[in-house]
Structures are given as C-alpha cells and as structure tokens.
C-alpha cells in the first residue's frame, strides 16, 4: 500500500537543490526511488542535487542514453537508471538490470514506467509536474511503500519541513 501521500511546492531551482538536500538525509542502502514526470520535469536535475548532496564530486550525467550510470559515495553504491528509451518492459531483464537492484545499493529510477512488471517496486515515488505560475515553478508529489519507504519519505519530509537552514 502507498503512504504519506504529500504534495511539495517546488517554485524555482533552488527548491529542487534543497530537495535533493532533504533526500541526502534519508538514504539508506536497498531504496529503490522511482523518480516520475514529463520530459524536462526535472528528474535528473533532483537526482543530481541529491547526489551533489551526498557528497558526489562532479558531473552527474544523465543517463538517458546510458541507461545506467554508476556513483560510488562513500562505499554506498548509487545506480541511477533512465529507461526511456526502452522499447519494451523486456529490455530490463535483456540487459541484465535485475542484478543492480541489491540490498546494498540505492536505485534512482527515470521512466520506470518504461520497464514496468520488470523493475522491482518503489520504496519511494516522486512524482514531478511543471506548477505555475514561472518557467522554473514544479511540483513534486511524494508517496512511499513499505517500512523502509515510509521511513525514508518521514525522515525526508522531517528535514524538508525543517527548512534549508537546518540543511545547510
Ligand atoms: N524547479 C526546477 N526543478 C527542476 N528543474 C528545473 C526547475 N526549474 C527549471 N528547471 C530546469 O528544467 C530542466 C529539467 O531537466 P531534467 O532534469 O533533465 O528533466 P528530466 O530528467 O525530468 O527530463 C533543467 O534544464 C532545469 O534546469
Ligand atoms: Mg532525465
């Protein structure tokens, strides 16, 4: 069952970055984040801000055409996924994504709808749309599944409400 249903207000730039800050609280290994929304919603830029967060140095290229790209973060491996491109929900198993999705490891889904019945389910969804009234306003609605989702999604929202300041 899916909980904690909450939508964010995300009016600029900034807010995604703190966000992704907010999030870089409350990662634990073996979270799959399903990260949903149109084409320039801004799934990879909130995947960047949370890696940049955890202390990634760097570039964070999307993996649009990679499929998958790798981050190791002080020993916690991050694997952030883009699946559309994905002709069929097959391609997952075809490329032997099934092995990424460890215990150990946080997953940062693009697409997952693209590979969907393939693609383990989500602790945590985040779902982005474009808000009003500016170029840069999204929103962004939470929800998470099961105790580990739940508790990342309390522990998220904890740092969120607590504002920037207590991020930064
Ligand atoms: N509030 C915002 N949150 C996220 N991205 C934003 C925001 N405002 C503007 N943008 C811009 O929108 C674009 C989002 O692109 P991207 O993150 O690649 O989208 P997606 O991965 O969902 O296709 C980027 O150019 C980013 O700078
Ligand atoms: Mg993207």
Redesign the pocket.
């Known amino acids: 069952m899916t909980k904690c249903i909450r939508e964010i207000p995300?009016?600029?730039?900034?807010?995604?970055e703190k966000l992704g800050k907010a999030l870089a609280t409350a990662m634990e290994a073996g979270l799959v984040i399903y990260?949903e929304?149109?084409?320039?919603?801004?799934?990879?830029?909130?995947?960047?801000a949370l890696l940049h967060a955890m202390g990634h140095k760097g570039t964070v290229k999307?993996p649009?055409y990679t499929i998958v790209e790798v981050h190791v973060i002080s020993r916690l491996y991050f694997y952030h996924f883009?699946f559309y491109r994905f002709m069929s929900s097959e391609e997952f198993f075809d490329a032997g994504l099934d092995e990424y999705f460890r215990q150990d490891a946080i997953c940062l889904v693009?697409w997952p709808e693209k590979a969907a019945g393939s693609v383990p389910a989500a602790d945590v969804r985040l779902c982005?749309s474009m808000g009003q009234p500016s170029?840069?306003?999204?929103v962004v609605a939470v929800s998470a599944s099961g105790n580990k989702g739940e508790l990342c999604l309390k522990k998220c929202l904890a740092a969120w409400d607590a504002g920037v300041s207590a991020l930064e």
Do not use: I, Y
Request: no cysteine; charged share 35%; proline share 3%.
């Open positions: 995300l009016p600029d730039l900034r807010a995604t990260l929304g149109d084409l320039g919603a801004g799934k990879t830029t909130l995947a960047r999307s649009t883009d693009e982005l170029e840069e306003s999204r």
